[in-house]
């Protein structure tokens, strides 16, 4: 009881000062041994992380271009097939499609094979979906295939002249393919 007899609010948080340094010292201590090894862990394991990444990033870019890669004129890939591939990816949805083909002569050695696209069951879709489908064509064709033509028609009946419709529609999409004239 002696020890406590001459305690006074100096003394107290000098004590107390002491105790809680040595507690953060201790608690400062084995963050930095945590770190110590995070580092070590660190400059062991990513060198081979980094090249385990390299290895996959070139092959996921091989396999891509390959999946990009459409050669209509030697017959890799259907232009049909091409077309229902894009109607089918998860940000457009069209759903089942129909497409017609129609061949015309566009000058000398020349062909426009043109394809018209419609929903098989005339189901009616937003436009931002109907204009992601026209732009992935163009994007993923690079090129050999153009969007040509559109009618779009709202699938509101009996719409007034002042009326907003709501933003669905269905459509009919002309898909035009130049290629060379088969002898």
């Not at 000098?14 to 041994?33: A, D, E, I, K």
């Not at 129909?98 to 189901?123: L, M, W």
């Amino acid at each position: 009881m002696k020890l406590f007899s001459h305690l006074n609010f100096a003394r107290m948080i000098v004590g107390l000062s002491l105790v809680g340094s040595c507690v953060l010292g201790y608690t400062g201590w084995q963050w930095r041994q945590k770190r110590m090894e995070a580092e070590a862990a660190l400059e062991r394991d990513v060198p081979l992380r980094a090249q385990q990444l390299q290895v996959t990033s070139r092959r996921l870019t091989r396999e891509l271009r390959e999946l990009n890669r459409f050669d209509f004129e030697n017959g890799v890939m259907q232009p049909e097939s091409f077309i229902r591939s894009i109607a089918a990816q998860p940000q457009i949805a069209l759903g089942q499609i129909d497409i017609s083909r129609r061949e015309t002569p566009a000058g000398k050695g020349v062909q426009d094979v043109e394809y018209t696209v419609q929903s098989q069951i005339k189901r009616a879709e937003p436009r931002t979906k109907i204009a992601n489908f026209m732009y992935r064509i163009e994007e993923q064709s690079r090129g050999l295939m153009r969007v040509t033509g559109i009618l779009l028609k709202p699938a509101q009946k009996k719409l007034e002249p002042e009326d907003v419709p709501v933003d669905n529609w269905t459509y009919d999409i002309k898909i035009t393919m130049r290629r060379k004239e088969e002898a």
